[in-house]
């Protein structure tokens, strides 16, 4: 099992970025899948999860109305779109995998984790 996060980047108050993460070794459609971030000095928090079917999804408060997370079964990949990002937003990402169809917001509840991407917001 393989995870790959890319797509974060330098950018300004109010723009956005769009982070994917690359799965290889299993198939996605039988998992659900988030997103967790790392501040500097902070602990990992859950940012967003999607279900197996993609009928469910979890966001935290600071980023719900803002973010949104997407699969792509036939590509093995899933997303995050991230708007009117905020300097708050900064902190390295990670895309994580369940082994369950369900989500979860709990750190502990995910098996496979990618490398992580920084993302950092700043004028």
């Known amino acids: 099992v393989q995870l790959q996060a890319s797509g974060g980047g330098l950018v300004q108050p109010g723009g956005s970025l769009r982070l994917s993460c690359a799965a290889s070794?299993?198939?996605?459609?039988?998992?659900?899948i988030g997103w967790f971030r790392q501040a500097p000095g902070k602990e990992r928090e859950a940012v967003s999860c999607?279900?197996?079917?993609?009928?469910?999804?979890t966001y935290s408060d600071s980023v719900k109305g803002r973010f949104t997370i997407s699969r792509d079964n036939a590509k093995n990949t899933w997303y995050l779109q991230m708007n009117s990002l905020k300097p708050e937003d900064t902190a390295v990402y990670y895309c994580?995998?369940?082994?369950?169809?369900?989500?979860?917001?709990?750190?502990?509840?995910?098996?496979?984790w990618g490398q992580g991407t920084l993302v950092t917001v700043s004028s």
């Open positions: 070794g299993f198939t996605l459609q039988y998992y659900a």
């Open positions: 999607i279900t197996s079917n993609g009928f469910g999804t």
């Open positions: 994580a995998r369940r082994s369950s169809s369900y989500c979860s917001r709990t750190r502990t509840d995910f098996s496979s």
